[in-house]
C-alpha cells in the first residue's frame, strides 16, 4: 500500500466514523424529543384530571403563582399558551407579564428618597412612637 492509498483509506476512514457520529446524534435527538414530548403529554392528562376533580370552581392564584406563569407563559407565546393554559385565557396570562413588566419600571414598589437611598420612617414618628409607651 502506498502513501496515497492509505491516506485515501485514512480519509474514508474519518468520513464513515462522522457518518456514523451524526447517525447517533440524530438518533439520540429523535429519542429525547419522542421521550419529553411522553412527558408533556402525561403531564397535560394528569392536570387533566386534577381540573376535573375541582369542577368548574374558579382558582385564586397568589400573586407569586401569577408572576411565576406570567414569565413563564411570555416565553412560550400566545399560540402555544392557546393549546395548553387551562388556569387562565393566554390574553389573562401575557396580561399578567405586560403588568409585571409596567410595574418593574413604574417606580411605585421602591420607596426611595433622593440620592436613590431607601426612606426608612420619619423621625417625627419615631419620637411619636417612644413618646406614647408609658
Given at each position: 500500500?502506498?502513501i496515497?492509498e492509505?491516506?485515501?483509506?485514512t480519509r474514508s476512514?474519518e468520513?464513515?466514523?462522522r457518518y456514523r457520529?451524526?447517525?447517533?446524534a440524530?438518533?439520540?435527538?429523535v429519542w429525547l424529543?419522542?421521550?419529553?414530548?411522553?412527558?408533556?403529554?402525561?403531564?397535560k392528562?394528569?392536570i387533566r384530571?386534577?381540573r376535573g376533580?375541582l369542577?368548574?370552581r374558579?382558582?385564586?392564584?397568589?400573586d407569586?403563582?401569577?408572576?411565576?406563569l406570567a414569565?413563564l407563559g411570555?416565553?412560550?407565546?400566545?399560540k402555544?399558551?392557546?393549546e395548553i393554559?387551562t388556569?387562565?385565557?393566554?390574553?389573562?396570562?401575557?396580561?399578567?407579564?405586560?403588568?409585571?413588566?409596567?410595574?418593574?419600571?413604574?417606580g411605585?414598589?421602591?420607596?426611595r428618597?433622593p440620592?436613590?437611598?431607601a426612606r426608612?420612617?420619619?423621625s417625627?414618628s419615631?419620637v411619636?412612637e417612644?413618646?406614647?409607651?408609658?
Amino acid at each position: 500500500m502506498g502513501i496515497v492509498e492509505a491516506r485515501e483509506w485514512t480519509r474514508s476512514r474519518e468520513r464513515r466514523c462522522r457518518y456514523r457520529c451524526s447517525f447517533l446524534a440524530a438518533w439520540f435527538g429523535v429519542w429525547l424529543g419522542r421521550h419529553q414530548q411522553r412527558l408533556i403529554e402525561y403531564q397535560k392528562e394528569e392536570i387533566r384530571t386534577l381540573r376535573g376533580r375541582l369542577g368548574s370552581r374558579r382558582q385564586r392564584l397568589t400573586d407569586a403563582e401569577r408572576r411565576r406563569l406570567a414569565v413563564l407563559g411570555k416565553d412560550l407565546g400566545r399560540k402555544a399558551l392557546a393549546e395548553i393554559a387551562t388556569l387562565a385565557t393566554p390574553h389573562t396570562i401575557l396580561r399578567w407579564y405586560r403588568d409585571l413588566f409596567a410595574r418593574k419600571y413604574d417606580g411605585s414598589s421602591t420607596n426611595r428618597g433622593p440620592a436613590g437611598r431607601a426612606r426608612g420612617r420619619s423621625s417625627s414618628s419615631r419620637v411619636l412612637e417612644i413618646m406614647s409607651i408609658p
